[in-house]
């Protein structure tokens, strides 16, 4: 199965590649992002190991039943050749209601079908205020390759 735009990446490419993977988080749908994956993939999210398709998909259903409501902005840092680095911010509620904002750095590398065989995701969360939220919804176009993560 080939998923481009596929490697090497150019800017242009690596923009689709970084939309694509947040409009497919943004859907909340394990089955659906899991697709982006080879079926070998390993992933580092946080202080959690997973390994291929199933894993990824048993842990993207773990959370998203614990973080409702959940909202993704992704912004790509840098690429080359096969190769991509995005930060992100996303934002959720907990099933006490308190609202979260995290905030992390992933790095990606894809095979040659344009799956991506690799992840690392460093992760940070900061407790927030429903008020202070500001990652509602998917993004809107006008709003695609616009930079909205501010620092803080």
């Not at 242009?12 to 988080?25: F, G, R």
Request: with cysteine; net charge negative.
């Amino acid at each position: 199965m080939t998923r481009p735009p596929v490697p090497p990446f150019t800017e242009e490419t690596a923009l689709i590649k970084v939309q694509s993977a947040e409009d497919a988080w943004n859907t909340c749908d394990p089955d659906v992002v899991a697709q982006a994956y080879s079926v070998d993939s390993v992933w580092r999210n946080r202080d959690e190991f997973v390994t291929g398709r199933n894993e990824i998909r048993a842990f993207l259903r773990r959370k998203w039943d614990h973080e409702l409501d959940y909202a993704l902005r992704k912004q790509l840092w840098s690429w080359s050749g096969n190769r991509i680095a995005v930060r992100f911010q996303y934002e959720c509620h907990d099933a006490t209601g308190q609202w979260w904002r995290s905030y992390g750095n992933e790095l990606w590398e894809f095979d040659e079908e344009g799956l991506m065989r690799r992840r690392e995701a460093s992760i940070n969360d900061l407790r927030i205020d429903e008020s202070e939220r500001r990652v509602i919804g998917r993004r809107s176009e006008a709003d695609r390759g616009v930079d909205v993560l501010p620092v803080r």
